[in-house]
């Protein structure tokens, strides 16, 4: 990604099978913008992004949600088609984090 935050806001594709003398290039929109989400690097199976990467990005911590508070049912409430589905898929979510996440707490 560090080459696509470069001024030149280019990417080479170095997957790609070459296309006659060069490497295939893409160049990014006079508007584009990259937005990135991650998960803390101490979880499992994630590692810390390098200080390169890490300082082109302004970082935001959020809170975990709360999946029994009123304001995450009426969140996903708003975003489907039925409603009142979102009581049992917050149940759902909860039964998940409570049973396979972590099983032991």
Known sequence: LNSVLEPE??????????????????????GFRLFATMNPGGDFGKRELSPALRNRFTEMWVEPI?????????LVASQLSWPTLAEPMLRVVLWFNEQVLHPLS
């Open 9 to 30: 806001r280019m990417l080479l594709l170095a997957e790609k099978p070459l296309t006659g003398s060069s490497l295939e290039t893409v160049q990014a929109s006079p």
């Open 66 to 74: 709360d999946f029994t508070s009123a304001e995450a049912r009426s």
